[in-house]
């Protein structure tokens, strides 16, 4: 068999693979009792036409938030390969369907790399992280900023031994930080013997503070939209806190689901429950709220309906552009 042939059996293969996996899982997640639990309160909000106005407002923040990765992805290949904005935006799409079906994300590269025509899969994939490592990096340092804040809510945690944690944490951060615009410093701890990863990471060195620094501002403009549209449903659901307080509580969240193990996909009811914990002890401490006034039902209706507009919304989109991907390339001629 020619290996044209071949490759062609091997991507339609693995292209209804990832079609067939994501559509089973989605459908055993939203068709769990624990979905249909909250079916009746959901269905009283949407008789709220302020909360319907709200929904339909983040809902059109979704294509704003995987556009500007979008955006951000095409300046950072753009040093290998130029590709158009709609390019950027079906791998985006893709990326986002495959890393869904896997843990924390990882795949998140997949669905990007294999659109690019002139750059390998190994380069591909170390560019794409430096994007993910500088959205890592913002949700880090304004997720430790929130933990902070929510901690010293608390009167009687003022001890040394949290000093201390903060202290060390902050020194890990600017670690963190100084990393990121050293990370062409790759370069020189792969030893040269290594040939083939040694050339594949020399793409590091391409990138200096200002190109890193453009990386840095589209994360974090990213950040700001879909922080923005979990305060937006906490606050169409009830909770008419401060917006200050409500942007440190989503950012709280997002910091803690950055250090569990997930499958984007099946994490409806553990992303219900983080966001639930973070609520509590907001309330539980807060001087000027009472606890009794606090119901979880609605933070996990926020948490559910953003998991479903950002998570899954993106990816049953990026199922119609899984069909542009190619696992195995190929030339003609070759058999």
Do not use: C
């Not at 071949?6 to 899982?25: D, E, F, P």
């Not at 036409?49 to 095409?74: G, Q, Y």
């Not at 929130?146 to 903060?166: C, K």
């Amino acid at each position: 068999m020619h290996k044209t042939k071949l490759y062609k059996y091997y991507n339609i293969s693995i292209r209804s693979a990832i079609i067939i996996a994501a559509i089973v899982l989605l459908y055993r997640e939203l068709s769990t009792k624990s979905i249909f639990e909250y079916s009746d309160l959901l269905k009283n909000y949407f008789q709220d036409s302020t909360f319907i106005w709200i929904f339909i407002l983040v809902l059109f923040l979704m294509p704003l938030n995987w556009s500007l990765e979008a955006l951000k992805w095409r300046y950072i290949v753009a040093s290998k390969e130029q590709i158009s904005f709609s390019l950027a935006l079906k791998a985006i799409f893709a990326g986002t369907s495959v890393s869904s079906l896997s843990p924390n994300r990882v795949g998140d590269f997949l669905g990007r790399v294999f659109v690019l025509k002139k750059v390998s899969f190994l380069q591909g994939a170390f560019i794409t992280l430096i994007g993910s490592y500088a959205q890592t990096l913002i949700s880090i340092i304004l997720g430790f900023f929130a933990v902070v804040f929510l901690a010293f809510m608390h009167s009687n945690m003022y001890t040394s031994d949290l000093y201390f944690v903060f202290i060390i944490s902050f020194l890990i951060i600017i670690l963190f930080i100084f990393l990121y615009y050293k990370i062409s410093i790759l370069t020189r701890i792969v030893p040269r013997k290594w040939k083939r990863v040694y050339g594949y990471i020399q793409v590091f060195s391409q990138y200096k503070y200002p190109e890193l620094s453009v990386i840095l501002a589209y994360s974090l403009v990213r950040y700001i939209v879909f922080s923005t549209q979990f305060v937006l449903m906490l606050w169409a659901v009830g909770f008419h806190i401060p917006v200050l307080h409500l942007f440190v509580l989503v950012s709280a969240i997002f910091f803690i689901n950055m250090f569990r193990p997930s499958i984007a996909l099946i994490e409806f009811a553990v992303r219900g429950m983080v966001s639930v914990g973070v609520f509590i002890e907001y309330y539980s401490y807060s001087l000027n709220k009472d606890f009794t006034s606090f119901d979880d039902s609605n933070v996990i209706i926020a948490s559910t309906l953003i998991w479903f507009i950002n998570i899954i919304l993106p990816a049953l989109i990026g199922l119609f552009f899984i069909k542009d991907m190619k696992f195995f390339k190929y030339r003609k001629g070759t058999s």
